[in-house]
């Protein structure tokens, strides 16, 4: 069984930072992709940046790309998130997940677990 815990959520004025940690246990394939999603209150989910748990290829959404860094470090099956230029509009709970890639999706994974997700607030 999978599980995936997140971390490092709180609240920050716009233009600052944040780093999501995603704590991983349990066996996962190394084609699958690790991703950060996040959902707004009244909004979908929507993928924000995900990565090859083998290779490290990468995606970035639209709306944060050169702003946020998706990274992992193997040896401490983490998975990061570094968020710059912090805006309002990224206020959401962030969640992290495990997945297949899947880009005909507008989500672009098959996610096959979720973490419990974590809150970011950003003012303005």
């Known amino acids: 069984q999978v ?3 997140e971390s490092g ?5 716009a233009g600052g930072s944040l780093r999501l940690s995603c704590a991983v246990s349990g066996y996962i394939h ?3 992709y690790m991703g950060w999603f996040r959902q707004a209150p009244g ?3 929507e993928v ?3 990565i090859r748990t083998n290779g490290g290829t990468t995606y970035y959404g639209d709306s ?4 946020f860094t998706i990274s992992q470090d193997s040896a401490k099956r983490t998975v990061y998130l570094q968020m710059d230029s912090l805006k309002p509009e990224d206020t959401a709970m962030y969640y992290c997940a495990v997945g297949s890639w899947a880009p005909w999706l507008a989500t672009k994974m098959i996610v096959d677990y979720w973490g419990q997700g974590t809150q970011v ?3 303005s």
């Open 3 to 5: 599980q995936l815990v």
């Open 9 to 13: 959520g709180g609240s920050v004025q």
């Open 30 to 32: 190394s084609s699958r």
């Open 43 to 45: 909004k979908e989910r």
């Open 48 to 50: 924000v940046a995900a």
């Open 64 to 67: 944060v790309k050169g702003r």
């Open 121 to 123: 607030t950003v003012s």
